[in-house]
Antibody, heavy 119, light 106 residues
Framework: EVQLVESGGALVQPGGSLRLSCAAS????????MSWIRQAPGKGLEWVAN????????YYVDSVKGRFTISRDNAKNSLYLQMNSLRGEDTAVYYC????????????WGQGTLVTVSS | QSVLTQPPSVSAAPGQKVTISCSGS????????VSWYQQLPGTAPKLLIY???KRPSGIPDRFSGSKSGTSATLGITGLQTGDEADYYC???????FGGGTKLTVL
């Protein structure tokens, strides 16, 4: 069974930085586009960023451009999200997710990691 | 404010049928496949329907999806208390989701 396990969430002050990690297993990680999707407390889902199989193509939602960087290490089967200049509105559970390009959907989600931005 | 519009809540009795609507535009639903995700309380979302009406392995046929023009619908028959959850529609090509619908099984 596909496994995606996020880590790195924490309480951080506004303006601070945080790096999220996602460990993937039970599938060939290097074959898939991967995404980060977030959910603010009591709110809906918002796609944050994604990247292609070798990390050469990266896309971001406008609200995080210039502040967040998505990356991957295929040798370590890991996905990352470097978050800088954090704001209160970035408070959310962040999910790592595997894209299914042919099916045009998100096939698998991790359990999420909570990022709280507050002073 | 989500790009796709869903009703905030729906409810029905056990054993009954419920439908959840998802409304968009030509830039999202109208020209892309629709997916549906189920989020049980305190858990991560799970894929229920993809490509408008296909079910992944393991999803019972009580769950169905359809699409017409710029709207999509999720149907659930034979409601069970375990179906109580938030349901989200989404179009992956547009990277957009609905605001979610809370299903209550009375």
């Amino acid at each position: 069974e596909v496994q995606l396990v996020e880590s790195g969430g924490a309480l951080v002050q506004p303006g601070g930085s945080l790096r999220l990690s996602c460990a993937a297993s039970e599938f060939t990680f290097s074959n898939y586009w991967m995404s980060w999707i977030r959910q603010a407390p009591g709110k809906g889902l918002e796609w944050v960023a994604n990247l292609d199989q070798d990390g050469s193509e990266k896309y971001y939602v406008d609200s995080v451009k210039g502040r967040f960087t998505i990356s991957r290490d295929n040798a370590k089967n890991s996905l990352y999200l470097q978050m800088n200049s954090l704001r209160g509105e970035d408070t959310a559970v962040y999910y790592c997710a595997r894209e299914e390009m042919i099916a045009a959907t998100i096939g698998y989600w991790g359990q999420g990691t909570l990022v709280t931005v507050s002073s | 404010q989500s790009v796709l519009t869903q009703p905030p809540s729906v409810s029905a009795a056990p054993g009954q049928k419920v439908t959840i609507s998802c409304s968009g535009s030509n830039s999202n639903i109208g020209n892309n496949y629709v997916s549906w995700y189920q989020q049980l309380p305190g858990t991560a979302p799970k894929l229920l329907i993809y490509q408008n009406n296909k079910r992944p392995s393991g999803i019972p046929d009580r769950f169905s999806g359809s699409k017409s023009g710029t709207s999509a619908t999720l149907g659930i028959t034979g409601l069970q208390t375990g179906d109580e959850a938030d349901y989200y529609c989404g179009t992956w090509a547009g990277k957009v989701f609905g605001g979610g619908t809370k299903l209550t099984v009375l």
